[in-house]
């Protein structure tokens, strides 16, 4: 597509549930990232994915979170077990190339768990 | 670690005034330098780039210099306009899988 698309735009969760994001990036682009944006808080790096691999899982705040790629194209970030500390903005970006500063980033998926 | 420290917000001007948003930085090696701008219900959106010390990023009228000497890289508009308003973040890139660090974002908010 044009530019990176995410799903869902809102999701209201109770605490306890599992919720799932996804991220279509950009076709051809190799390289995706998911971030998260906490109230009044710049954006975490959370994983990244070059292809279906995911190098970097360094920055996912705990077990409760996973993500995978498929068919080096749509991402997606599980959280289980949300908790009311999961409530932010989850952003995916992607990237033509590893190495390659020009990312795109989608809109977000603004997550509340209550 | 990586960190990026940025201008408290929010920032409010009047149209065609003068704006400064300050970051520094700290950081091993020699990052690159970035900042990103959100408009309301939009994704970030890069604004303007550095790679390398002295280098100055500009683009509509933002400019931006990365200062090896002071691990700085202050944001500049001599005139802004109310479609400035937004959120901005400074944010350095380093690391083998180039992933961002980011500082927590100034909102801009610009009257007529």
């Known amino acids: 597509g044009a530019g990176v698309s995410q799903s869902p735009s809102n999701k209201v969760t109770e605490k306890g549930k599992d919720v799932e994001l996804r991220c279509d990036p950009i076709?051809?682009?190799?390289?995706l990232y998911w971030y998260r944006q906490s109230l009044g808080q710049g954006l975490e790096f959370l994983i990244y994915?070059?292809?279906?691999?995911?190098?970097?899982k360094s920055g996912l705040p705990s077990d409760r979170f996973s993500a995978e790629r498929t068919g080096g194209s749509v991402s997606t970030l599980t959280i289980q077990r949300t908790q009311q500390e999961d409530s932010a903005v989850y952003l995916c970006a992607s990237s033509l190339a590893r190495g390659d500063y020009g990312y795109t980033f989608g809109s977000g998926t603004r997550l509340t768990v209550v | 670690g990586n960190s990026v420290t940025q201008m408290e917000g929010p920032v409010t001007l009047s149209e065609e005034a003068f704006l400064t948003i300050n970051c520094t930085y700290t950081?091993?090696?020699?990052?690159?330098l970035f900042w990103y701008v959100q408009y309301p219900g939009e994704g970030l959106q890069l604004l303007l780039k550095?790679?390398?010390?002295?280098d100055k990023g500009s683009n509509k009228g933002f400019e931006a210099t990365y200062r090896k000497e002071t691990t700085s890289f202050h944001l500049e508009k001599g005139s802004v306009q109310v479609s400035d308003s937004a959120v901005y973040f400074c944010a350095l890139g380093s690391g083998s899988a180039r992933q961002l660090t980011f500082g927590s974002g100034t909102q801009l908010t610009v009257l007529p």
């Open positions: 950081a091993t090696g020699y990052p690159s």
């Open positions: 550095a790679t390398k010390a002295d």
């Open positions: 076709s051809g682009h190799t390289a």
């Open positions: 994915f070059q292809g279906n691999s995911a190098p970097d």
